[in-house]
DNA sequence: CTGTTAGCGCTTTCAA
DNA sequence: TTGAAAGCGCTAACAG
């Protein structure tokens, strides 16, 4: 059925112009009420949708936006860690983000164009795609690490770009995330209130570690406790960099009680060190990460941890960017972020979401109380 | 540089007309040989790139071709095998077709439209939306499920769809996937030169199972092996199948010497119920899989498996899918599957991949010759 | 608040 | 083999 209707047959049924119906179509105030419900009405009845390519030639630009993301298969290094085998991080944390991305923009009228990052090179070529075909209106980039050479160019030349979860914040682009500095510092503040005054950090890199172990030193400083310098080992969020950054820590003359690392997987090393040092986690020494990768909830002891929310991170990116490329428009309506557009492009835009401390087996939080049995791993 | 280059632009730039240039553009045979020249010399000189939007609308039809997935994170229900944490079989299979997806298509003029199905409902959501904004002139279906009915209607309304790895095979679409009859004939024979005669089968569901179970009683019969149907359990692809079936196998007064389950998920249930059986893997019981998932090869014994080409799988139904597109359109050119457009719709096109037989540990191929090491597994 | 009027940049008959 | 001309379906001034 309805081969095809354009949107002269709805003004002709509604007996109104096709720029009134246009107008109700882009949602515009200047239409009276009465007709904007029979010009609706009748859309409805007829099952009418606006041809897109027509509209992106008239209206110069789409309801089509962009998602870059990374090749989840590449490159695939499994690390086998207390009897689990880990995925490479952004297998855990990529598919999150995107469920995110795709369920938002389907409650929208907009499609999401896929633009696949397969190898490094990818990038610049998928750039030039993008402004080349002029098909998108706006790009998510999920984790573009310190690649975003290329993305600067696109934003410059005015794409209006989001990134999600950036490792890097010295860009003008906008940019959504974690609070990174206030969940680390919740972390922190637990391990202190169970009592630990020798808190180890193992940092990360980028931007994020910077914040969180901002978020160690507040949580030190609040309860009173001198930063010791010995205690904060330089890793590089793989695990192996936790290994060793825990041995470090354990062969100290003064070695710490709890550790605080600043991602789970970098946790995850830690907890193979001490057991190589015969440390029993918690009782021996407490181990906190920072992401709640799926995983951190099936290790063996279950580890506690700060959790990153990966979907609202995408809900929150599609929301900015919509709003970035409707305020970017011509009959720009109203919308959710209602900054002025004079100053969109005048300050940087940061979300930050709130994380959420897990408290798991990790740490000792149930040691005092209840000793919780490990059976969240016995799922065979 | 070059705000906005036009059709016309290069028309007059290389004093032809524009139909000319469009005729050029489109690859069309009736250019004469010097004017195609001059004219591909001033779009390359200019940095000429066709507005997709007005393509479209002109000529009703995109260079967009659509990719509906299932999304990985939903759900997640992991297992614990062997020590091992098993992912959703979605999460090993899908990336890396979505790989061969992208990368092929990245070689080509087209883009990807992404079509996340989060939902079971999203199904006929996003075919209502594929109709209706006439964006996509092709779609890609991974692992579409039984739920394709609304696959068909699309199908019948004249768009091309491609099914990557369906389950069924009751449809006249398009299909691409594996040689499941002779991988798993491989696999048995394989068993059978090992020197095993009893050799239990746990199958799957749907009609790649029935493949494969045939591919299973060719090796029999090719062995002079009478079938003995005690041998033979049903299964559902779950781990937890697996391990009943081998259970329902071990239990039978002569039991199997070796096992050839449907798929690796199953393999492995079996491989847990060995255990409790005291029976080793693979000294007293052989185990064979199929699928090949990225964690076959690091199950400790590592599993013997029938590898599918998941990469080769999207890379040629992208393939196939732009030759049915190319091939419905007016001038249409001469494409990879050079199908006559009249057969198109009359016969069912299939293309199935070469499977490949991986010989590890758990066949014992091994035990004769050399004893390998189990060292695949200790990568942390 | 509403209608009229030009296009957006390309494809495609139809003639030449 | 080439060119002229008529749209594809929608948007966006500009008048009214």
Redesign the pocket.
Known sequence: MTE?L???DIARLA?????????V??NR????????KRVLHVMDEQGYV??QA??N????RSKIIGVAVTSLTWPFIPEIIRGIMIPTLRWQIIPEILRGVTETVGKTQYELMLYSINQPRDHSEVMRRILATKLISGLLVILPGPANKDLLKLYERGVPVVLIDDQSRHTQIPWVGTDNRHGAYMAVQHLIKLGHTRIGHIRGLYECSQERYLGYLDALEEAGIAADLQLVQQGDFEVASGREGAAALFGLANPPTAIFAANDLMAYGAMTTAEHYNLRIPEDVAIVGFDDIPFSAHVNPSLTTVRQPFYEMGEQAVQLLLSLVESS???ARKSVFSLPSSQQRQKTIRVELASELKVRESCGAYLSDHLSSTAEISGS
Do not use: E, M, Y
């Open positions: 095809k354009t949107i002269q007996g109104v112009s096709v720029s009134t119906v246009s107008r179509l882009n105030p200047d239409v009276d009420a009465a007709t904007r606006p041809n027509a509209t030639l008239a209206g110069g428009s011509p009959g």
